[in-house]
């Protein structure tokens, strides 16, 4: 399998659920990124990893919390989140000092909470 | 800071007709250039990048050019199709430390037979 795969496509749960995101990449990329993409918003950036060191973290609530345990994978942790958290959430890498290469997205992770 | 901005959407054509999305940005030093394409319920894809200026990225038909001079990105196709109905975000990267994608807001474009 190629490029940057997210798990589940889909996940609807309950403000007092805990669940997690995971995202795979299989292009030897040395960072990863959470983003969020709300209906009518621009994309925001949550967390940045780069060489397995969280780099940056932009105000997010504690109800989400980022881990990643080898530069392959990213995930991002769910608990008692709010009905507003409902988005599409975009993992992505890249190479670090490579710019002129952009990022590769995954899918997304289609995000209803209830 | 460093900032892209786009044309408000969304952009609506007829098949074969003649696509321009504008974008301009704000960068210090000499960032990277992309294009972004979000079809629906899917992530974003690349479509197009240049990194110096003048230099012109092209895929699918569409092109855009880097203009330092102008300080825009703007993209073009010749003949759209519905197939190209999606969100294109225009975005920049500079040489910090961590090579930090900056987004415009995307603009949506739908695209009729």
């Known amino acids: 399998e190629t490029g940057v795969t997210q798990t589940p496509r889909h996940l609807v749960m309950g403000m007092t659920n805990k669940k997690s995101l995971k995202c795979e990449q299989h292009?030897?990329?040395?960072?990863m990124y959470w983003y969020k993409q709300s209906a009518k918003k621009p994309l925001e950036l949550m967390f940045v990893?780069?060489?397995?060191?969280?780099?940056e973290n932009n105000s997010v609530p504690s109800r989400f919390s980022p881990e990643c345990p080898n530069s392959s994978h990213l995930f991002l942790h769910l608990h008692t989140l709010q009905p507003e958290d409902s988005a599409l959430y975009l993992c992505?890498?890249?190479?670090?000092?490579?710019?002129?290469?952009?990022?590769?997205f995954g899918s997304g992770t289609r995000l209803t909470v209830v | 800071g460093d900032s892209v901005t786009q044309m408000e959407g969304p952009v609506t054509l007829s098949e074969e007709a003649f696509l321009t999305i504008n974008c301009t940005y704000t960068?210090?030093?000499?960032?990277?250039l992309f294009w972004y394409v979000q079809y629906p319920g899917e992530g974003l894809q690349l479509l197009l990048k240049?990194?110096?200026?003048?230099d012109k990225g092209s895929n699918k038909g569409f092109e855009a050019t880097y203009r330092k001079e102008t300080t825009s990105f703007h993209l073009e196709k010749g003949s759209v199709q519905v197939s190209d109905s999606a969100v294109y975000f225009c975005a920049l990267t500079v040489a910090y430390n961590t090579d930090k994608l900056i987004f415009g807001t995307g603009t949506r474009l739908q695209v009729f037979p």
């Open positions: 992505a890498s890249s190479q670090v000092r490579e710019r002129e290469y952009g990022y590769t």
């Open positions: 240049a990194t110096k200026a003048d």
């Open positions: 292009l030897g990329h040395n960072a």
């Open positions: 990893y780069s060489l397995e060191e969280r780099v």
């Open positions: 960068a210090t030093g000499y960032p990277s």
